[in-house]
């Protein structure tokens, strides 16, 4: 059931920038694993499905935006699974929300809660309004955030080993949560991990220092990297081209919230910093195609476009 998973491909990318500088590129494709409920999301709800059913539990409640990848893989999982799920979505709803319609396609109740509640998600207080709701369900964090996240997660490392058999020096992915980097970082022996923000408004310094401490990992495991690019979820045309151009060279889709953003941010790092020549670095992509149409949707834009495989 959804207590095996497998192993995304990991593509070696051609660049003649790259090859200059001696630098192994390997995408790992977790954006190819599991059709709607792919990439990291999938990922980082297994272990939260796994924990569902030991609860004997038959509904899923958990929060988002109105295009969330972590909703839109929530609401894919419990349709296949057959567990009912609930979204606590973040403001209004657009019905013409191409993730709305797939939300409710996927028979996903949703419940709108004003901005300014919505910020209280985590409180004690605004948790048990919830749990006094829904008194059986089981309640995943935004983004699906937790050591039960990580531990999916990690799970990359494992696979990497398996289909790679020489060192490899860096490691990159996309930050929002934290679940991914910190995942990655707890797995990997040699090395260290580089994560690319993507949200707006953090000392990158005081973030990585508290997630190392509360993580108790070496600081010198993990490293922020700014690359909000205006904000998360803004429209920015550098991105966008990039991910035209990414498409045209490698026939691989990035998404303009995440990978886009990584990939972008990669590329200039390696073809400016004397660090990186002659390394073999893993980035992984993380999927949340799904927000392509969304955001064409939301902006007017042309980006390409992912078709979800059946549930």
């Not at 929300?97 to 809660?113: S, V």
């Not at 020489?166 to 040699?190: E, M, Y």
Request: a neutral charge.
């Amino acid at each position: 059931m959804f207590e095996s998973t497998i192993a995304s491909p990991l593509q070696k990318i051609k660049d003649n920038r790259l090859e200059a500088r001696g630098i192994t590129l390997l995408i790992k494709r977790d954006d190819l694993m599991h059709g709607p409920c792919q990439g990291n999301k999938f990922r980082k709800l297994k272990y939260h499905l796994i924990e569902c059913r030991r609860q004997l539990s038959d509904h899923m409640v958990t929060f988002g935006g109105a295009f969330s990848n972590h909703l839109f893989a929530t609401a894919a999982a419990g349709y296949h699974f057959k567990i009912k799920t609930t979204g606590i979505i973040r403001g209004e709803i657009d019905e013409a929300n191409p993730t709305i319609m797939k939300l409710k396609a996927w028979k996903m109740h949703l419940e709108c809660i004003h901005r300014h509640d919505y910020q209280k998600k985590d409180s004690e207080q605004f948790l048990t309004m919830i749990k006094q709701r829904y008194p059986d369900a089981y309640l995943i964090p935004e983004g699906g955030h937790h050591t039960l996240a990580q531990q999916g997660v990690g799970e990359i490392v494992d696979e990497v080993k398996d289909q790679y058999h020489q060192n490899i020096d860096h490691w990159f992915c996309p930050v929002g949560t934290g679940s991914t980097i910190l995942g990655i970082a707890k797995k990997i022996s040699r090395g260290s991990v580089a994560g690319f923000v993507v949200l707006k408004g953090f000392n990158l310094e005081d973030t990585k220092s508290k997630m190392c401490t509360e993580h108790d990992l070496p600081e010198n495991k993990i490293q922020l990297i700014d690359a909000h690019f205006g904000g998360y979820g803004r429209k920015n045309e550098m991105v966008e081209r990039f991910i035209h151009e990414f498409y045209a060279d490698h026939d691989i889709i990035l998404d303009p919230i995440y990978t886009g953003k990584m990939f972008l941010s990669l590329f200039n790092l390696l073809t400016t910093s004397a660090h990186y020549e002659g390394s073999t670095i893993v980035a992984i992509h993380t999927g949340g195609l799904q927000g392509n149409s969304g955001y064409n949707y939301r902006y007017g834009s042309a980006l390409p476009e992912w078709t979800p495989g059946a549930c």
